[in-house]
């Protein structure tokens, strides 16, 4: 817990954790993958992955060959995202701003930044920088 002008709020990793492990909040998060269409071999990108919570499921999708990038700019919630990914195959985690992201462009194939674009300055900024990550998608006629 901690205070903000004399209001006592939860501490907001354990919060953020809670509210994923919910009904809903499991219902949202598996919805929110699966419109992912994350294949084996992909790489995937979570921008403001938070403490992590997304990071296994996204490992599942990708594989023992595939990659998974989580990035936050906040120190506290990289180290539970870190502790989260231990023994998770192609996870790394980073620091980074959702405005200035540190991958190279076009070098993942899924990209998700769910419930932190109220939080950055320039959303439009933060949604282009995700579209200069994202890899051009493949025809699929052939």
Known sequence: MSTTLG??????????????ASNAGRAYKQQLIDLLDIARGQTALD??????????ALAERVGEHGTVIGID???????????RATG???????????????????SVDRAKID???MHVE????????????????????A
């Open 7 to 20: 209001v006592t709020r939860p501490e907001q990793a354990s919060y953020m954790l809670r509210a994923a």
């Open 47 to 56: 921008v403001g992955c938070g403490p992590g919570t997304d990071l296994p």
């Open 73 to 83: 700019r906040d120190p506290a919630m990289l180290a539970q995202a870190r502790e």
């Open 88 to 106: 998770l195959h192609g996870v790394e985690v980073c620091e980074g701003d959702a405005h200035a992201l540190p991958i190279h462009p076009g």
């Open 115 to 117: 419930r932190v674009l």
């Open 122 to 141: 320039e959303p439009d900024a933060a949604l282009a920088q995700l579209h200069r990550a994202r890899r051009p998608r493949r025809s699929r006629r």
